[in-house]
């Protein structure tokens, strides 16, 4: 039997971060004030796009993606700011790969703590900052929104997919900062500690990207790149 026969991988997992977003600008901003409780206004996270830096950032990736793979497939989150990016990612490649929009590689749900600076956490919720810090960052679990455990039962959820779909395939996934620590905590066995390591070592860039391509002699997908961009 061929080798190729026990391959239940893609032979190439990349997974990019989107663009710069609008909330993404709102939150630094409200970080930077030091006194701000809000970020993000009454638009839904859902419903926030690119800004015009974001859509030069999702372009540039996307040409630099298009000379070195060619794409079966594009799952993208189905919140704005991602499939903006997966869009423009798409139009630099002739034919565009096909994008399909993947309700699991969605942004971590953040519950009553949505749009709330620390600040805004500790003056309105000041229970629920206590049992996040008593918690710890990657067990908590807001009211209403998600722990990263319960992000990684979906990933875990989405890699069953494409071991069942898209063996031997090329893929592209275009998620959130969050979901990409997943898809590596997963992949690379990690527990609590390392992914807290690895959070607190370097944020995930906007359009940052993650590469994972099939060691046929390991039988799994092998890092070969985290968190580069490649825009000015």
């Known amino acids: 039997m061929e080798l ?3 391959q239940k991988w893609p032979d190439l997992l990349v997974i990019v971060r989107h663009g710069q977003s609008e909330r993404n600008v709102a939150k630094e901003q409200a970080k930077a004030s030091g006194a701000e409780t809000t970020w993000g206004g009454n638009l839904r996270d859902l419903d ?6 974001g859509v ?4 540039q990736t996307g040409r630099f993606l298009r000379g070195r793979a060619s794409f079966d497939v594009i799952f993208s989150s189905p919140y ?4 903006q990016t997966s869009q423009h990612i798409a139009e630099e490649f002739n034919p565009a790969p096909r994008i399909m929009l993947e309700e699991r590689v969605r942004e971590i749900e953040f519950g009553i703590l949505d749009g709330l600076t620390h600040h805004g956490v500790k003056e309105r919720y000041p229970q629920e900052w206590a049992r996040r810090e008593r918690e ?3 067990w908590y679990r807001p009211p209403g929104g998600e722990s990263r455990p319960d992000v990684a039962l979906r990933v875990h959820s989405f890699l069953g997919a494409l071991t069942r ?4 395939k090329k893929v592209l996934v275009v998620c959130h900062s969050v ?6 905590r997963l992949l690379e066995r990690w527990d609590e500690a390392k992914y807290l390591e690895v959070d607190h070592e370097e944020d995930v860039l906007n359009c940052g990207i993650t590469t994972y391509r099939y060691d046929a002699a390991a039988h799994r997908l092998e890092l070969d790149g985290y968190n580069s961009v490649c825009y000015l």
């Open 56 to 59: 030069q950032q999702a372009i």
């Open 80 to 83: 704005m700011r991602t499939l």
């Open 4 to 6: 190729a026969q026990f």
């Open 136 to 138: 710890g960052k990657y």
């Open 179 to 184: 979901v990409v620590l997943i898809f590596r």
């Open 165 to 168: 779909d898209y063996r031997q």
């Open 48 to 53: 926030t796009p690119l800004t015009p830096l």
